[in-house]
């Protein structure tokens, strides 16, 4: 096996563990501060900040595209299969889109001015799309209610989650974890 084929499959390997990682980082705040949230405001603002947090650090992490998406699906489909709230389901096409868009600068996230607004934007279109699924689809909510103040709530949270991501990633960046991970 030569070194490039060795170097393939060791990323390949670390990518699952952090699909991995990252998917159960998912369904646990899922279950624990998803649930604090809606009791406390009855709004989604809680439910997009976890999304967003734990879909911007796997892009952070592994740079490659597909595994928001593949996090966003494991995660939610344990969450529903394991009892919790169908609604989180509704961020799966959320997860697809945030991929998609993160091939505008190749999944790379730092904080450079470009990839920060890349972040940005792609939080708060897809916490509008998350809110758009679960509000019409899922709970069956007014349209016009879901299109301005479900969505709104939805993307304030998508906001919060980048404020919150943005620090820690400049935090491992500067501590250097991806070289440790390289190795």
């Not at 406390?40 to 595209?65: K, R, Y």
């Not at 389901?89 to 470009?114: E, M, Q, T, W, Y």
């Not at 972040?119 to 998350?130: D, R």
């Not at 709970?139 to 949270?157: E, S």
Request: charged fraction near 5%; glycine fraction near 8%.
């Amino acid at each position: 096996m030569s070194k490039s084929q060795q170097t393939h499959k060791n990323r390949f390997t670390v990518n699952i563990a952090l699909i991995s990682i990252f998917s159960a980082l998912w369904v646990a705040l899922n279950f624990t501060l998803a649930p604090i949230g809606f009791a406390f405001t009855g709004l989604p603002v809680i439910h997009s900040v976890i999304i967003f947090f734990t879909l911007l650090l796997v892009v952070w992490a592994t740079n490659q595209f597909g595994t928001a998406s593949v996090v966003g699906l494991i995660g939610s489909a344990i969450v529903v299969l394991a009892g919790g709230p169908l609604p989180v389901s509704g961020f799966v096409p959320a997860a697809v889109i945030l991929d998609l868009i993160f091939l505008v600068n190749r999944h790379v996230l730092n904080l450079k001015p470009f990839n920060i607004a890349v972040a940005i934007i792609a939080s708060i279109v897809c916490a509008y799309v998350g809110a758009l699924v679960n509000g019409i689809v899922i709970l069956k909510l007014p349209i016009a209610f879901v299109f301005t103040i479900w969505g709104g709530w939805t993307i304030l949270g998508g906001i919060i989650g980048v404020i919150l991501t943005l620090p820690i990633i400049g935090a491992l960046e500067r501590s250097q974890v991806k070289k440790v991970q390289a190795e």
